[in-house]
T-cell receptor, first 116, second 114 residues
């Protein structure tokens, strides 16, 4: 059973370009969370999705950021018109069902975005 | 901000010694979890303690939870060089609107010298 797969592992973009980060959850998991980690900091929640639905996007910046989790295929975190402040590690985590008391999340290795 | 705090921010010990890390949080919680992050890697779940539990063990790990003080501690006994990593506490808050999102502390960087 493969773990959470994120790609690419490293992504370099110039200011103004678009960044697309992909996340395939563990088999059997239908809940996906995205977190951002700035250098020397802890992770900050961005968005929580189930298949075809955004459940909680309270941590998403209001502009330029969007996320989706289609019926088929990976979850995508899209950042339009990237700026240097978007440089960070972006982690995806999946979980079988948050309503279970044990909401243990399984993390991918992350995508490290560098904006030049 | 719901973000918690951890202390110390950095800890350096010799192999074989015990390491203790503390975490404080701000809201009522459903559970508290500890994760480890090796340099440049993703997070690995270590242990979960529910809000109605006070202490939990897993191998060389011991976690305590004091909900009255809104604090938790992680003890790693008989540390090894392989324990070198950053350790984060994360809470799942209790109440309506709970979507299971994790609220992370700032982390403690542990270095275990051989």
């Amino acid at each position: 059973n493969a773990g959470v797969m994120q790609n690419p592992r490293h992504l370099v973009r110039r200011r103004g370009q678009e960044a697309r980060l992909r996340c395939s959850p563990m088999k059997g998991h239908s809940h996906v969370y995205w977190y951002r980690q700035l250098p020397e900091e802890g992770l900050k929640f961005m968005v929580y999705l189930q298949k075809e639905n955004i459940i909680d996007e309270s941590g998403m910046p209001k502009e330029r950021f969007s996320a989706e989790f289609p019926k088929e295929g990976p979850s995508i975190l899209r950042i339009q018109q990237v700026v240097r402040g978007d440089s960070a590690a972006y982690f995806c985590a999946s979980s079988p069902d948050y309503r279970v008391a044990k909401n243990i999340q399984y993390f991918g290795a992350g995508t490290r975005l560098s904006v030049l | 901000s719901q973000q918690g705090e951890e202390d110390p921010q950095a800890l350096s010990i010799q192999e074989g010694e015990n390491a203790t890390m503390n975490c404080s949080y701000k809201t009522s919680i459903n559970n508290l979890q500890w994760y480890r992050q090796n340099s440049g890697r993703g997070l690995v779940h270590l242990i979960l303690i529910r809000s109605n539990e006070r202490e939990k063990h897993s191998g060389r790990l011991r976690v305590t939870l004091d909900t009255s003080k809104k604090s938790s501690s992680l003890l790693i006994t008989a540390s090894r060089a392989a324990d070198t990593a950053s350790y984060f506490c994360a809470t799942v808050f209790f109440g309506s609107g709970n979507t299971g999102k994790l609220i992370f502390g700032q982390g403690t960087t542990l270095q275990v010298k051989p």
